[in-house]
C-alpha cells in the first residue's frame, strides 16, 4: 500500500512550552504522581513521529482487520476502528489533528482521538500489540515507500547523465589521476562513470527494500502474544513480504535503518565526488563549465562572482548524512535485548536523511539537466596541452616490437628533453622522433593526436568513441529496462 510522503511538523523546544501539569498517560496508573513537565517533553516524540502518522493509521486499519478475522474482536467493532481512523487521517490532512507534547508520541494520540470519535470501542485497538511492534511497523512502511521514491530520483538522475553524455560523445576532456593530467577522455565516458554508481545505488536500494519489506508486527512488546493473532494475515494487508521469526529481534532489529544510511552515504559519497569536480571545472583555473543563472548564486560585495552553490551545499550535506549513519551505528553498538528508548533516535536520522539525499538528487538533477554548459572549445585545447598522450608513444613502440618498459624509459626520455626545449611531443621534427628511436615514422603525428588517442582506446569499457556509443546504448537499455518506480 503506497502512502503519500509527509512533512515532518516541528515542534518548537522552548520551556514555555511545557505543559504547567502532566497530562495522565496510558501506562500512569501504575504510578503516584505525574511526569515532570520538561521530563515529558524531553520524553516525546510527538514532534517528530508525526511524520509517521498516515503509516501508523494504515498500520492501525489492518491491525484492526486481523482481529476481526482471528475473531479477537468483532468485524462491527473493527468497522468502527477503521472508520474512526480514516477520519483521524481526514482531519489530520485538513489540519484539524495537531496533537501537542502532551500525547508523547503518535501511537498515543491516535488512540486517545480514537476514543474520543468513538468511545470505548476505541481502547480495543491496542489489544495484542505494542508499541515497540507498532513503532517497527511504521518505520517500515515509511522507509519502504521512501526508498521507492529515492529509487525513482536516482533513475531521474541516471537520465540526466545520459541526456548529457549523448551530447558529448567526441567532446574531449582531460582524465585525471592524482589531480594531474593522465590520459585525454571522451566527456560522455567521465559522465557514465557515475551513471554506473548510481546504478549501484539502484541495486542496493532495491536489496534493502527487501530486507525492510519484513513485518514485525505481532511481535508485542519482545515476547510476542497470548491472543490467537494471524501474523501473516496482517503482514498482506500492509504489503509485507514476510514477518520476523523472533519476536525480539523484531522490536529491536534496526539493521534495515542502518543498511539504508549506508546506502544514502554512499549515493551523498558519488553526488559528492561529481560536485567537487563541478566546482573544479567551473573555476577560472579550469574553465570546464559554465553556470547558467538559474543555478547559481552570486557575492553580495564581489559583483563579478557567479558561485556554484548547488554542488557546494551537496558537498557540505554529505557530512550529516556521514553523520546520522555514524550516530545509529554508535547507538545500536551497546543496545542490550530487546526494546530500549535510544531507539526513538532512529527516527530524526532517517527523516532528515530523506529529506537531504531527496533534496540533493532533485538539485543535482536540475543543475545537469539545465545549470551547467560544457566549454568545449576549452576543453579541447586543454587536452593538447600537455603530455597526456605518452603512454600512446610507449604503446608506439611496444606495438612495433619494443619492450613494453624499454619503451616507457624511451619516452620519459623524450619527455625529459621536450619540457627542456619548452616543447610538446607534437612539437618534434621526425628526425628528433628518430634520434631516439629509429622506428617511428610519420605517423607517429597521427596515432598521438588526441582524438586518436581516445578512438584507440578500443577496449571493453575503455573511452574510445565505439564503446561509448555502445555504453551509451547500454546505459538507455538499463533505464528502459527498470523504468522509475511509481510513488
Given at each position: 500500500m503506497t502512502i503519500p510522503s509527509l512533512a515532518v511538523c516541528t515542534l518548537p523546544s522552548s520551556s514555555s512550552l511545557f505543559p504547567s501539569e502532566s497530562t495522565p498517560q496510558p501506562w500512569s496508573q501504575r504510578f503516584e504522581s505525574a511526569l515532570h513537565p520538561a521530563i515529558m517533553a524531553f520524553n516525546a516524540s510527538i514532534s517528530f513521529d508525526i511524520a509517521l502518522i498516515e503509516y501508523d493509521l494504515t498500520g492501525s486499519q489492518a491491525h484492526a482487520r486481523m482481529l476481526a478475522h482471528t475473531g479477537i474482536?468483532?468485524?462491527?467493532?473493527?468497522?468502527?476502528?477503521?472508520?474512526?481512523?480514516?477520519?483521524?487521517?481526514?482531519?489530520?490532512?485538513?489540519?484539524?489533528?495537531?496533537?501537542?507534547l502532551e500525547a508523547e508520541d503518535i501511537h498515543f494520540a491516535v488512540e486517545r482521538r480514537l476514543v474520543e470519535l468513538i468511545g470505548e470501542?476505541?481502547?480495543k485497538l491496542h489489544t495484542a500489540r505494542s508499541r515497540n511492534d507498532q513503532v517497527g511497523t511504521d518505520i517500515r512502511l515509511y522507509l519502504h515507500d521512501q526508498i521507492r521514491q529515492i529509487s525513482a530520483q536516482v533513475k531521474q538522475f541516471q537520465q540526466a547523465l545520459v541526456s548529457l553524455a549523448a551530447a558529448h560523445v567526441h567532446t574531449l576532456i582531460p582524465g585525471y589521476t592524482h589531480l594531474q593530467r593522465a590520459q585525454p577522455l571522451s566527456l560522455a565516458h567521465h559522465l557514465l562513470a557515475y551513471f554506473e554508481m548510481a546504478q549501484r545505488d539502484g541495486q542496493r536500494l532495491g536489496e534493502i527494500a527487501q530486507r525492510v519489506n519484513v513485518c514485525p508486527l505481532g511481535s508485542g512488546a519482545l515476547a510476542g502474544t497470548s491472543f490467537p493473532i494471524d501474523r501473516y494475515y496482517v503482514a498482506a494487508e500492509l504489503g509485507f513480504g514476510d514477518v520476523y521469526r523472533n519476536s525480539v529481534?523484531?522490536?529491536?532489529?534496526r539493521d534495515f535503518a542502518i543498511e539504508f544510511l549506508c546506502a544514502a552515504s554512499l549515493i551523498m559519497v558519488h553526488l559528492s565526488r561529481l560536485s567537487e569536480e563541478l566546482i573544479l571545472w567551473a573555476s577560472e583555473e579550469f574553465g570546464f563549465v559554465k553556470l547558467q543563472d538559474s543555478c547559481a548564486t552570486g557575492s553580495s560585495i564581489m559583483p563579478q562572482k557567479k558561485n556554484p552553490d548547488v554542488p557546494e551545499l551537496v558537498r557540505g550535506k554529505t557530512g550529516r548524512v556521514f553523520g546520522h549513519l555514524q550516530g545509529l551505528l554508535v547507538m545500536m553498538k551497546g543496545l542490550p535485548l530487546a526494546y530500549n528508548k535510544d531507539l526513538q533516535e532512529d527516527k530524526e536520522a532517517l527523516f532528515d536523511?530523506?529529506?537531504?539525499v531527496k533534496a540533493c538528487l532533485e538539485a543535482m538533477t536540475i543543475l545537469l539537466t539545465e545549470g551547467v554548459e560544457f566549454q568545449t572549445d576549452r576543453l579541447e585545447s586543454a587536452v593538447a596541452e600537455d603530455f597526456a598522450n605518452a603512454t600512446d608513444v610507449a604503446d608506439y613502440l611496444a606495438a612495433r616490437g619494443v619492450p613494453f618498459r624499454d619503451a616507457y624509459q624511451v619516452v620519459g626520455q623524450i619527455v625529459k628533453a621536450c619540457l627542456a626545449q619548452g616543447k610538446l611531443l607534437r612539437d618534434?621534427?621526425?628526425?628528433e622522433w628518430q634520434g631516439f628511436n629509429p622506428q617511428f615514422e610519420k605517423d607517429i603525428y597521427g596515432a598521438i593526436a588526441p582524438r586518436q588517442v581516445v578512438a584507440a582506446r578500443n577496449s571493453y569499457g575503455g573511452t574510445g568513441f565505439t564503446q561509448v556509443e555502445a555504453a551509451l546504448q547500454e546505459a538507455r537499455s538499463h533505464l528502459d529496462a527498470s523504468p522509475p518506480p511509481t510513488t
Open positions: 474482536i468483532t468485524p462491527a467493532e473493527a468497522s468502527s476502528l477503521a472508520a474512526g481512523l480514516e477520519q483521524i487521517r481526514q482531519e489530520y490532512r485538513r489540519g484539524d489533528f495537531q496533537p501537542g470501542t476505541g481502547k529481534d523484531g522490536v529491536s532489529d536523511t530523506v529529506t537531504t618534434l621534427s621526425l628526425a
